[in-house]
């Protein structure tokens, strides 16, 4: 009971803070906050085709009754992991559960004792997680200082690893991917790339757009977000995935998804094939953003992650509430989710955002910042 209770306190004191954490359900609101930043979770079009999967082969609902290396694999995710594979000019594809797990697996499994890991500090925490189950030595650069990076790679010992995003989940800004290739191959390192925010937005991913497959070592692209699914597949060689199959353990002990959830995966690039309009008008809606909203208190992005800063959390937590009452979801990110003293609204475009709604809402807040 002694444990509970100072649970209980500890909660109390967030609460008191206005840093509870809780389970919201905004379902009704207008979308500034989710993932989907091109419709395709409420897509019915999309929808449909998955159903019509489903009503070929009920079979493929249900769970796959194991891990991967005892009776969870299946000839058909075999073959998705085919189809990515060829499609992203890699050697392989691993699929996973989720973008989390993908993360644990490499992070978990590749660095080694003594070895150099470097890690972007603005790096997704699943990253960080997995870091724990390693026994390398963790370092921060600063936020896309590439320069920074530099100086800890000539310092670096045994094999290093860099860890980047190409679209930062918090901040929605655009890594440097082509001179971090240039970096990490002039050191010898070893680079991975998540492209959570990035797959989907920006063709299949940044690193499959600029070219960079053969000089990143591993990258993860995950499917809840602008995909509309769930799941990630980690890219790279075949003794990458051979590697993880052996050694990853949040892998290795866990159940593989479902059929459905590979066939789907491989459905959305094609959706996306017969869809390009989706992704110009997601384009449309960030530019009209950013030319609503581009000034002191946000920069030009291009992304759809657009963060708004407001450092003194009273009025970050009141312009929430009033936003909320206005019926947009809005996501305000306290500390410690973000750095002291960062705290923000972190909006999210999408296509299916109207420009009149992006117009009230970027009203509604600079009305009550300025
Ligand atoms: C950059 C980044 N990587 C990985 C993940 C985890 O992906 P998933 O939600 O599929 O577990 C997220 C999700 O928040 C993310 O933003």
Same mark, same amino acid.
């Given at each position: 009971m002694a444990t509970l209770a100072k649970w209980q306190t500890n909660l109390n004191d967030r609460a008191s803070f206005g840093l509870l954490r809780k389970l919201p359900i905004d379902k009704q609101m207008i979308d500034f906050?989710?993932?989907d930043y091109l419709g395709l979770a409420r897509n019915a079009v999309f929808q449909q085709s998955l159903l019509e999967l489903a009503m070929n082969d009920p079979a493929l609902m249900t769970g796959s009754t194991g891990s991967r290396l005892i009776t969870g694999n299946s000839l058909l995710q075999e073959r998705v992991e085919a189809f990515l594979a060829e499609r992203y000019a890699v050697e392989a594809a691993l699929l996973f559960p989720s973008g989390y797990t993908a993360n644990l697996s490499l992070l978990s499994a590749l660095p080694q004792r003594g070895d150099t890991l470097i890690v972007d500090? !603005?790096?997704?925490r699943s990253v960080h997680d997995g870091c724990l189950m390693n026994q390398a030595n963790k370092w921060k650069f600063r936020h896309q200082d590439l320069n920074h990076l530099e100086e800890l790679l000539k310092r670096a010992k045994d094999q290093s690893w860099v860890v980047v995003e190409s679209?930062?989940?918090?901040?929605?800004d655009i890594a440097r991917l082509k001179e971090l290739a240039e970096l990490a191959m002039a050191y010898d390192a070893h680079l991975i790339v998540d492209e959570a925010h990035a797959v989907g937005v920006f063709g299949d991913g940044l690193v499959q757009e600029y070219g960079l497959q053969s000089q990143v070592f591993a990258t993860v692209v995950t499917?809840?977000?602008?995909?509309? !699914?769930h799941g990630a597949a980690i890219l790279g060689s075949e003794t990458l995935k051979s590697y993880l199959i052996n050694y990853a353990s949040p892998f290795i002990y866990s159940t593989a998804m479902p059929d459905l959830m590979a066939l789907s995966i491989q459905a959305v690039y094609e959706f996306l094939d017969r869809n390009t309009h989706l992704r110009q008008k997601l384009q449309d809606r960030i530019a009209c953003f950013e030319s609503e909203m581009f000034d002191k208190y946000s920069k030009s992005l291009l992304t759809p992650i657009q963060p708004v800063i407001i450092a003194d959390l009273n009025k970050l937590k009141n312009l929430s509430k009033e936003i909320k009452e206005h019926g947009f979801h809005v996501y305000a990110v306290l500390p410690p989710t973000v750095?002291?003293?960062?705290?923000?609204?972190r909006i999210s475009i999408h296509q299916y955002n109207t420009q009149e709604e992006i117009k009230q809402l970027v009203q509604l807040i600079k009305s009550n910042i300025e």
């Open positions: 906050a989710s993932n500090e !603005l790096i997704h679209v930062y989940s918090m901040d929605g499917y809840g977000k602008a995909m509309g !699914l750095p002291e003293g960062t705290g923000r609204f």
